[in-house]
């Protein structure tokens, strides 16, 4: 690494790192950056790519820069890119969870539902550091994150036309029982047979969200996403990777009514719910379909869902769809936190 070796020298005769100067630091780089999330998504929104690069680049700098800080770390280069990038997160034990694979999945794509990745990785960075010192005052910046945030509880509260990316005039939302039109969801799941797997609850759900595609007259679509750890549902032991207890959202109810069916719907909706996912940090999305439903089988593969075939009660045609949900950049992180451990 470019200086390494002078950057060692230095640290041996340096003084520890002085909390006035991370206090510093991380007010500088984490001071306003709510502003710049909500300049980001009108830039993302108006297509200006080179403006948007930079913009989001800027964000790594402050973001990783703030993480130094508080872990007390002197900048390991002097290269702006920060090249060893991988390394150097995987060594430090304050930070936010997945913090690169949130990272890269952020910084992959213009697309303006990546603002939703950003506002969620930065605002577990705040609250990580406001609770790890209380000397750093953050909560102006949260308050102003928390008007933006993807939030596990309550759903996004972006501006409308990301929370509700609309298809030929069908918004989708995530609803809470308490919704006006929660009436009319119930009369869709109804008229679709699906009561029963909308209504089922068991003690290893952990919670749920409900994605509900609408037009302003009437409820068109809808999908219920159960969070659980991996396993629960058939009775084994939970699923592991490292210290971490994996969990997966099951897709237990699904539909489109039938006169908005191949028009994109479904697929907004399995969209959404990806993005719940990863945003959440789950492992995995997963759905069973039996045979009858070959339309829902082509919705689910299209977007990426692998196929296992099962029979269940005669069915040899169904099977379960799962989706991974967790890019290379987290098994590289996994692997390197799994290569520092002593070995027996």
Known sequence: ???????????????????????????????????????????????????????????????????????????????????????FVCGVSLKPPMFLRRLRLALASTDAARVQVWVSLIRDLVVL???????????????ALNALQFSPDTGTRLPDD????????ISTEVWEKDHTRWGQLEICVGEMGQTGWFRTCCDFHLYEKVLVAHAPEAVVGFLRLVIQEIGADEGLPSRKMGNEVLREGKILAFGVSPAFRQSGVGTA????ACLIGRCE????????SSGENAAAHR??????????????????????FI????????????????????RR
């Open 1 to 87: 690494m470019h200086g390494e070796v002078l950057l060692q020298d230095w640290r041996k005769i340096s003084e520890a790192y002085p909390d006035a100067v991370a206090h510093r630091i991380i007010q500088e780089n984490l001071g306003g950056i709510s502003s710049i999330l909500g300049s980001i998504y009108h830039v993302t929104t108006s297509y200006e790519m080179v403006r948007w690069q930079r913009m989001a680049y800027d964000l790594r700098k402050r973001i990783t820069l703030a993480l130094m800080a508080a872990n007390r770390i002197w900048a390991f280069t002097d290269n702006t890119d920060f090249k060893g990038l991988d390394s």
């Open 129 to 143: 550091i406001s609770k790890s010192d209380s000397a750093i005052d953050l909560s102006g910046e949260l308050e």
């Open 162 to 169: 990301v929370c509700n990316p609309q298809i030929n005039g």
């Open 269 to 272: 909706l399995l969209d959404r």
């Open 281 to 288: 940090s789950l492992f995995q999305l997963r759905a069973h």
């Open 299 to 320: 919705v689910l593969m299209n977007i990426g869902f692998g196929n296992h075939p099962i029979e269940r009660r005669g069915d040899t045609e169904g099977g379960y």
């Open 323 to 342: 989706k991974p949900l967790r890019d290379n950049a987290w098994a590289e992180q996994s692997h390197a936190a799994d290569a520092d451990k002593p």
